[in-house]
C-alpha cells in the first residue's frame, strides 16, 4: 500500500549540474503531475501526463523535462541545476474520474548551491 | 480556471469548531470544490470534495450555496494536530489539472 513514492528524499546539487526525481505509483492512475512549493507559497504545477507517453508543460515548465514511458513512473529532470530551482518537489496521481482526489508524495527536498 | 481567494492564516483553540471560506466567484458549471490539507513537510492530502449543498465526512463537512461562488470547510472540535495549511481549489474533471493558491495556515493553540 505504498501510494506514491518519491526518490531521493533529499538532495544538493551544484549549480550547472544535472539530475532526475523519480515518481513511482502502485494505484494504476493515469494521471500523474509534478509540483513545486517554495516558502510561504503554494504549490505550482511544473508538468503533468495524462497517460503512457505523454506529458504536457504546466505553470512552471522552464528549466524542467519529464519523461512517463512507463504508466507507473513519472520522471522529473533537471537538465543545468540553478539555484531559482532551490524548492520541495511533490509528485501526484490520479484516477482522472474527476471526483476522487489526487494522492501526492512526500516530496523531495532539493536544494541548489 | 477558476480563481479561488482564502484567508491566508487563522487562529483557534483546541475544542472549537473551524470554519474557513473560500471565494470562487468564475467557477465553471462542472467544476467541483476540493480541499486538501497539507503538514509541514508532507505532500498536500485530499480531505473533500462537493458540487452543492453540504456533504460531511469522518474529517470535516463542506456547506455550498447555491450560487456555488464559494464554500465553507468547517472542521469540528479541532485539535492541535489539524494545524495545517488548507487549500480550496475547484476541479474541473475535463482539465484533470489541480491549480492550488496559497491556502490557509490554520494553527490551533491548546
Known amino acids: 500500500n505504498a501510494g506514491v513514492t518519491q526518490t531521493p528524499k533529499f538532495r544538493v546539487l551544484k549549480t550547472g549540474q544535472s539530475m532526475t526525481l523519480l515518481c513511482a505509483q502502485d494505484m494504476n492512475h493515469e494521471y500523474m503531475y509534478w509540483y513545486r512549493q517554495d516558502p510561504g507559497m503554494g504549490l505550482r504545477l511544473i508538468h503533468y501526463s495524462v497517460g503512457e507517453g505523454t506529458t504536457a508543460k504546466g505553470e512552471v515548465p522552464d528549466g524542467y523535462n519529464v519523461s512517463r514511458l512507463k504508466k507507473q513512473n513519472f520522471l522529473l529532470g533537471l537538465e543545468s541545476a540553478a539555484p531559482s530551482q532551490t524548492s520541495v518537489y511533490f509528485c501526484?496521481?490520479?484516477?482522472?474520474?474527476?471526483?476522487?482526489?489526487?494522492?501526492f508524495g512526500s516530496g523531495t527536498r532539493l536544494t541548489v548551491v | 480556471l477558476a480563481k479561488t481567494t482564502q484567508p491566508i492564516s487563522m487562529d483557534s483553540y483546541e475544542g472549537q469548531e473551524v470554519n474557513i471560506t473560500c471565494s470562487h466567484n468564475n467557477i465553471a458549471t462542472n467544476d467541483y470544490i476540493t480541499w486538501y490539507q497539507q503538514f509541514p513537510s508532507q505532500g498536500p492530502r485530499f480531505i473533500i470534495q462537493g458540487y452543492k449543498t453540504k456533504v460531511t465526512n469522518e474529517v470535516a463537512s463542506l456547506f455550498i450555496p447555491a450560487d456555488r461562488k464559494s464554500s465553507t470547510l468547517s472542521l469540528p472540535r479541532v485539535s492541535l494536530s489539524d494545524t495545517a495549511v488548507y487549500y480550496c481549489l475547484p476541479y474541473g474533471g475535463a482539465t484533470n489539472k489541480l491549480i492550488f493558491g496559497t491556502g490557509t495556515l490554520l494553527a490551533v493553540q491548546p
Open positions: 501526484a496521481s490520479s484516477s482522472g474520474l474527476g471526483i476522487y482526489g489526487y494522492t
